[in-house]
T-cell receptor, first 111, second 113 residues
Framework: ELKVEQNPLFLSMQEGKNYTIYCNYS?????LYWYRQDPGKSLESLFV?????AVKQEGRLMASLDTKARLSTLHITAAVHDLSATYFC???????????FGAGTILRVKS | KAGVTQTPRYLIKTRGQQVTLSCSPI?????VSWYQQTPGQGLQFLFE???????NKGNFPGRFSGRQFSNSRSEMNVSTLELGDSALYLC????????????FGSGTQLSVL
């Protein structure tokens, strides 16, 4: 059974600092997603990583995937308050659009 | 282009009742998946429909069911509601089964009293 673990579960950062969120998964998969969720809102797609060594960047966020280590990272550069949200990684089980989500990382960026 | 539309946005029911939630995917999308989000269990997969056929099912009791119509719109039904069914129910659509671009709707917040 596929398990997805995120850490940390809560992250309080100062503006301007860098930090990384980690996502480990337990069985082989060929795609990994990162989503952002604001309170009371739906999931906003950030990145889809499809192959080993994939790296994608959007603004202050950069995601990478190491399929051999079954590890993805979401790196935050020079955090700003607007990045405060909950971030989820999700791994697609090979048999279909059946995502297994991590528990989520609550990110709070303090001024 | 309209996004994934879920109705209703909020719903309050009492234990023992049944409820039907609706999801209209993005135009042209034929795959619809449903997820339940609760503070305790997080986000959990319910089921996926593609071309009116259920392709995958999560570990939920038989009280949870769904269907998809020929226009790709999907409904999910929960019968004999329990307090623990209170959750945000999210629907996601994609062009085809196993397409990596998955788009989520705003969800239906169900409260069971």
């Amino acid at each position: 059974e596929l398990k997805v673990e995120q850490n940390p579960l809560f992250l309080s950062m100062q503006e301007g600092k860098n930090y990384t969120i980690y996502c480990n998964y337990s069985t082989t998969s060929d795609r990994l997603y990162w989503y952002r969720q604001d309170p009371g809102k739906s999931l906003e797609s950030l990145f889809v990583l499809l192959s080993n060594g994939a790296v994608k960047q959007e603004g202050r966020l950069m995601a990478s995937l190491d399929t051999k280590a079954r590890l993805s990272t979401l790196h935050i550069t020079a955090a700003v308050h607007d990045l405060s949200a909950t971030y989820f990684c999700a791994v697609d089980q090979i048999e279909g659009n059946k995502l297994v989500f991590g528990a989520g990382t609550i990110l709070r960026v303090k001024s | 282009k309209a996004g994934v539309t879920q109705t209703p946005r909020y719903l309050i029911k009492t234990r023992g009742q049944q409820v039907t939630l609706s999801c209209s995917p993005i135009s042209g999308h034929r795959s619809v998946s449903w997820y339940q989000q609760t503070p305790g269990q997080g986000l959990q997969f319910l089921f996926e429909y593609f071309s009116e056929t259920q392709r995958n099912k999560g570990n939920f009791p038989g009280r949870f069911s769904g269907r998809q119509f020929s226009n790709s719109r999907s409904e999910m039904n929960v019968s004999t509601l329990e307090l623990g069914d209170s959750a945000l129910y999210l629907c996601a659509s994609s062009l085809v089964h196993r397409n990596e671009k998955l788009f989520f709707g705003s969800g239906t917040q169900l409260s069971v009293l």
